[in-house]
């Protein structure tokens, strides 16, 4: 089982917005990352420290935290979006992992 | 920042299969190294890492005593070495880099194309 508990799929229709949740105890006082992998391809880094977006990531991509709950954001979600989407978060001498959520854009 | 990984491989269980990850276009001392593996049907999950500029090393509980990652600064290569293959190991492995920050927790931004491990008898 995972570390950090993700739903193991989402779906939204184009054009809405997505909402992808990562919770875990030993998340509250850990920055929280988001990757996004589409299939056959090697993973892209979407969010990093909770809420940053690295440089070439969409605007559509947002991220938050609260808790022990990081939310990944991605609103006018488009087709191109369909992929797997992990979260991840440092602890104490371990890398945490969620068990990724697929999300798919009908 | 280009990252190119070495072909896949089939190996039998209990074989040693390693990995090299070829890195460019930034200085190789500087930022960590991570190692993932994604098995079909699985998530991704983090395998361990190596600070290239002394080789210290630190790797996830699941994989310890079975994984080895070293850095070879006079060729910009890490390697990463998986022991005692069973089947379950089969799966893709990527290095990736964390570019833009020098903290251990910062998580890599770069990629490689990832490497296809195949065990089986």
């Known amino acids: 089982s995972s570390d950090l508990t993700q739903p193991p799929s989402v779906s939204v229709s184009p054009g809405q917005t997505a909402a992808i949740t990562c919770s875990g105890d030993?998340?509250?006082?850990?920055?929280a990352c988001w990757y996004q992998q589409r299939p056959g391809q090697s993973p892209v880094l979407v969010i990093y420290?909770?809420?940053k977006r690295p440089a070439g990531i969409p605007e559509r991509f947002s991220g938050s935290a609260s808790g022990n709950t990081a939310t990944l954001t991605i609103s006018g979600t488009q087709a191109m979006d369909e992929a797997d989407y992990y979260c991840?978060?440092?602890?104490?001498?371990?890398?945490?992992f969620g068990g990724g959520t697929k999300l798919t854009v009908l | 920042v280009h990252l190119v990984q070495s072909g896949g491989e089939v190996k039998r269980p209990g074989a040693t299969v390693r990995i090299s990850c070829k890195t460019s276009?930034?200085?190789?001392?500087?930022?960590?190294m991570h190692w993932f593996q994604r098995a079909p049907g699985e998530g991704l999950e983090w395998m361990g890492l190596?600070?290239?500029?002394?080789?210290?090393?630190f790797y996830s509980s699941n994989f310890q005593g079975r994984v080895t990652i070293t850095a070879d600064t006079s060729t910009d290569t890490v390697y990463m070495d998986l022991t005692s293959l069973r089947r379950e190991d089969s799966a893709t492995y990527y290095c990736a880099v964390t570019s833009y920050c020098t903290s251990i927790t910062c998580p890599p931004d770069y990629w490689g194309q990832g490497t296809l491990v195949a065990v089986s008898s």
């Open positions: 991840q978060a440092w602890g104490s001498s371990a890398v945490l």
């Open positions: 190596v600070d290239p500029e002394d080789g210290k090393t």
């Open positions: 276009g930034y200085t190789f001392s500087d930022y960590f």
């Open positions: 030993r998340l509250g006082d850990k920055f």
């Open positions: 420290q909770d809420d």
